[in-house]
């Protein structure tokens, strides 16, 4: 049990690590390494008192044994049916005319290029923001494609991947979408060799051992592997930029700064989803270990698909800007709104765009949305998450509440 008046503990032989990604709950933060922060590594030397006996290391006397270890086990065979399809994802950016952002402040100074590392006499140059993993899926004629987590290429001016033989190639954006957190490159096939396989994340079961592959701490550790299991199959966390509800695999296996991108993969070698965040602490500060999250591969193909197709994601729209009923006091709900005393959880239509669909079934301003179809809708990453599960063109129906009243209106869902 924690103790508000206990000391601080010892934080000697500890490190903390500020990644790329934008943190999403208290203590969670995504797995892109980002650079200018350096890395702190003690080696300890145990000096020990111990008598070694008189003669004992006069003739040597030990010798190595022929190992007994199986060498070509499940997971050594899983990871090398994967790893050279994996790689790592250089974020390059324009250097500012000052070099007194934030790593500045803080005394870090950004890694780069040796060419063009130096932010206060080349304003306009690249150079390395931040690293991340990424995995090659497809191969098709002249091209390959990657896909990686959207917060890796994020902000980007040029992306370049290393390859898993050490070889360092451009790439190009195809698309990305930041409420699945997911992005596809694209760059010359000329030297892929292999192309990771996508197994089904609706066929997996907690307990079951996995393998995280990837570049925690930069390309410099480039093909790491970390085993664990699943821990659970499906976790409901906030995603992306607009805090989309959405279901992750939860894993132990080591999910570290620069992981991100990188896929999880069974014991078959099929890729079950790819890593995105972790879990370092809660909000009381307590530390945590062992919880990364890993975007299934259903949703990953579903996604990757239409980005190849479309370069986008096209997700329909209610029409209306909302808020979540939360934030209304318990008076306003009550003399405003006019809800019954029953209706605590909803979204709060605050204006309806003129022309939209929802002006057409008649919503209007302060009317509070309490389920869409057969979900029901406690805020608006609940709502976002339920719209999100319809296609552009579907209709649908919103149970709503005017005047304390209940009512259904019938919604075609647009664009």
Known sequence: MSDQNQKPRNTKNKFWLKVAGVGLVAGLIGGGLSLGIGNVIENHVQTSSTNVPAGSNKSGGTKVNKNKANLSNQATKAYDSTKDAVVS???????????????????????????????????GKLQTASEGSGVIY????NSAYIVTNNHVVKGSNALQVILSNGRKVNASLVGSDSATDLAVLK???????????????NSIAAGQDV?????PMGSEYANTVTKGIISAKSRTLKSGTDGTLTSVIQTDAAINSGNSGGPLINMAGQVIGINSMKLAGSSDG???????????????VK???????????SRPSLGISMIDLSRVTTDQQQSVLKLPSSITKGVVIMDVQSGSNAQTAGLEQYDVITKLG???????????????????????KVTYY??????????????
């Open 402 to 415: 005017r005047d304390g009243q209940s009512h259904t209106a019938t919604l075609k869902l647009a664009k």
């Open 286 to 300: 307590s530390s945590v270990e062992g919880m990364g999250f890993a975007i299934p591969s259903n949703e990953v």
């Open 211 to 215: 393998l995280a592959i990837g570049s």
């Open 89 to 123: 994802v250089i974020n390059k950016q324009e250097v500012q005319s000052s070099n007194q952002g934030i790593m500045g402040m803080f005394g870090g100074q950004t890694s780069g290029d040796s060419s063009n590392s130096d932010s206060s006499q080349n304003p």
């Open 374 to 396: 057969d979900t029901k809708i406690t805020n608006t990453s609940s709502l976002k998450s339920a719209l999100y599960k319809y296609k552009v063109g579907d209709t649908t």
């Open 303 to 313: 996604i990757i698909n239409q980005l190849i197709k479309n370069g986008k994601i």
């Open 187 to 201: 760059i010359n096939s000329a030297n892929v060799k292999t192309v990771a396989e996508f197994g089904n994340s």
């Open 138 to 141: 497809k191969k098709s004629g």
